[in-house]
Every structure is written in C-alpha cells, then in structure tokens.
C-alpha cells in the first residue's frame, strides 16, 4: 500500500513562532487532506488540498503531487494550535480510501 | 449546526459482551467510514460505505460489523469484543467520499475492553 511519512514527529514551538510540517507520500494520489486533531482528541478537516495552494487564516498548505509532497505552514503560532496534525491521502485509484500518516506532535508553549 | 455525533463518548465493556456504537449525520453525505486510532499505528480505517445498504471494509475489518440501512447512521457492531479492539473509534462523513469533498469526523469513543 501506500506509505505516508510525516515529519517532523515532534515539534515544539514559542507563541508566535513559524513552522512548516511536511507530508511525503510514495504514490500518486487523487487527494489530500490536512488533519488538527485538538488535545480532547477531535479531529478538525483543515484542507481539502489535492494540488496547489490554499490558505485559512494563519494556516496555509501546499501540494506539489508531481513530487509527492504537500506542506502545512503554520505562523504566529498559538497554544490553541497545539495538538497532532494528519495528512491523509488516497492513492490513484484507490476507491475513496484514504491512508493517514503517523502525525506531527505539536506543542506551542508561552 | 453540520456535524457527525457518536455515542456513546466512553464505553467499558467486557469481554464477548455484544456492543454497538452508533453514529449518524445530518448533512445527507453519502460517504462514511469508520476508523480506529492507536497508538504507534496511527488512524485506520475499518469499514466505509459509499450508499445505503452498499458497505466495504477498509484496512481492519476483523472482528466488526456495520450497517448502512438508512443515509444518515451508520453503526459500528462489535458482536464479541476482545481485549485487542480496545481503541479510540472514529466515525467519519463526506458527501460523496473524500476523494472530492473533505472527510468530517465526530467527536470519538473511547471503547475499553475487559
């Protein structure tokens, strides 16, 4: 199957810092998308992003499939933001199947 | 307000005792699916359902039952759970799957199994 690789695993920021967190998938795929999963342990759907650029408030992400990647660029970061971030992708072909990667571990301090 | 409610939020069971999650929408998706989270392992996905009475099973199917009979639930059955299935379940929509629309999630179920 398809292998998603995340990274970094951990991260731990000072309010208001920048970041960038990285998918990387090993097949084409149809789409992707971007999860905030909150410290209760809700999962939030940040972006529907199978190419290109999108942007929601402070949060931005970028797909570049033709290289089997897409970023997640968080700024001026808050301890609301803290938590796991997902990316799940559903190969080509793959029959509405998305596959999750393991997550970055966020964790922005005052 | 749109949203995907499970119920119920915790479960303590024992083991073989029948159980079942429920799960239901109200933005008329066609598309939903449930996924187990473990630790280490991540979110995967156990059974999905693109319509009513149409269901497949997804990475973990083993030891679980679904049913679609109306649009909007779509409930989980585990009919002898085991030490092993003790798990934070997920049910999840989207309108026609998440190949073209964004997968909405509900709040969870901690399931703990004696």
């Known amino acids: 199957g398809i292998q998603v690789e995340q990274s970094p695993p951990d991260l731990i920021l000072q309010e208001g810092a920048n970041s960038t967190l990285r998918c990387n998938f090993s097949?084409?795929?149809?789409?992707l998308q971007w999860f905030h999963q909150n410290p209760w342990g809700q999962l939030i759907n940040l972006f529907y992003?199978?190419?290109g650029t999108k942007q929601n408030g402070r949060l931005s992400a970028t797909t570049v499939a033709t290289e089997r990647y897409s970023l997640l660029y968080i700024s001026s970061s808050q301890t609301t933001d803290s938590g796991v971030y997902f990316c799940?992708?559903?190969?080509?072909?793959?029959?509405?199947?998305?596959?999750f990667g393991t997550g970055t571990q966020l964790k922005v301090e005052l | 307000e749109a949203q995907v409610t499970q119920n119920p939020r915790y479960l303590i069971t024992v083991t073989g005792k029948k159980l079942t999650v429920t799960c239901s929408q109200n933005?008329?998706?066609?598309?939903m699916s449930w996924y187990r989270q473990d630790p280490g392992l991540g979110l995967r996905q156990i059974y999905y359902?693109?319509?009513?009475?149409?269901?497949d099973k997804g990475d973990v199917p083993e030891g679980y039952k679904v049913s679609r009979k109306e649009k909007r639930n779509f409930p989980l059955i585990l009919e002898s759970p085991s030490p092993n299935q003790t798990s934070l379940y997920f049910c999840?929509?989207?309108?026609?799957?998440?190949?073209?629309?964004?997968?909405?999630f509900g709040s969870g179920t901690q399931l703990s199994v004696l």
């Open positions: 359902s693109m319509n009513v009475e149409v269901t």
């Open positions: 999840a929509s989207s309108g026609w799957g998440p190949t073209n629309e964004k997968l909405f």
């Open positions: 097949d084409s795929v149809n789409n």
């Open positions: 799940a992708v559903e190969r080509t072909g793959g029959g509405n199947k998305l596959t």
């Open positions: 933005m008329n998706h066609e598309y």
């Open positions: 992003i199978p190419s």
